[in-house]
């Protein structure tokens, strides 16, 4: 796997599913790596498993303070950020257990339930490369990776309001690429290319059905490839993992 020794990375949501895979990749690369959470421990006790090159902290994207506060932290203990991947997100179990065997339409999720989906995410997103973004322009150049999810996800019926998340978080990454053109701070989207065997999927999901769910670890290559040197100049790309070797070679 490419030598990533020196990279500085930052990972939020990352103390499970592809969060956790991601940094564990990073990690085995070489690089140093900061994982967040909402919850202290939880980050920590990822980190420690992770091993000496990781910290895990608490931060919670969707709040301003708690996000300018928790960037200065990674900041003053990486020496700089080169990597930010935007990730934390909750899925739709939070608004319906049993989304995929009872989908329920829009009218029937919770406004809170919606706020809160949209707010981790797409706002999440925001806050983050908004605290991000600035000091990588001042240190000479940074990459930011946007963590998305399939197109038929974000239209896929009962799928409100985590469907609506991916979409905007799309938009927004596309928007922050347009605004970073010719700068040295690159901006990319990348996803699974399908469900992939997280705590997002319901409990009730069948047997048969899981063994169909991509592995979290098919994130591993490409967010380490991303990182490296060889993806210096890669701006505003739509990476699927499932389909990253056959994506590298038509390059």
Not at 132 to 142: H, I, N, T
Request: hydrophobic fraction near 50%; charged fraction near 20%; proline fraction near 6%.
């Amino acid at each position: 796997m490419t030598e990533l020794g020196g990279t500085r990375a930052l990972v939020t949501g990352a103390t499970s599913g592809l969060g956790l895979a991601m940094a564990r990749a990073l990690v085995d690369a070489g690089a140093r790596v900061v994982i967040t959470s909402r919850h202290a421990e939880r980050a920590r006790h990822a980190a420690a498993h992770l091993g000496p090159a990781a910290v895990g902290l608490a931060l919670d994207a969707r709040n301003e303070g708690a996000v300018a506060a928790g960037v200065a932290d990674v900041w003053e203990r990486l020496g700089g950020i080169d990597l930010l991947v935007n990730n934390a997100g909750i899925g739709m179990r939070t608004v319906n257990p049993r989304f995929l065997s009872d989908p329920k339409p829009f009218w029937e999720v919770p406004p809170d339930g919606f706020r809160d989906v949209l707010e981790t995410k797409a706002t999440g997103c925001f806050l983050m490369a908004r605290a991000v973004v600035p000091l990588m322009l001042e240190q000479g150049g940074g990459r930011i990776v946007t963590i998305s999810m399939n197109e038929a996800t974000m239209v896929r019926r009962g799928f409100v309001p985590y469907g609506p998340s991916g979409a905007a978080v799309e938009a927004l990454s596309r928007v922050m690429a347009a605004d970073l053109a010719g700068s040295a701070v690159t901006v990319n989207v990348l996803l699974p290319g399908g469900a992939t065997d997280t705590g997002m999927i319901p409990d009730d999901t069948p047997a048969d059905a899981r063994e169909r769910l991509l592995d979290p670890s098919i994130m591993g290559a490409p967010i380490v490839w991303l990182a490296s040197p060889a993806a210096a100049g890669v701006h505003d790309e739509r990476i699927v993992a499932a389909k990253f070797e056959q994506w590298l070679a038509a390059r």
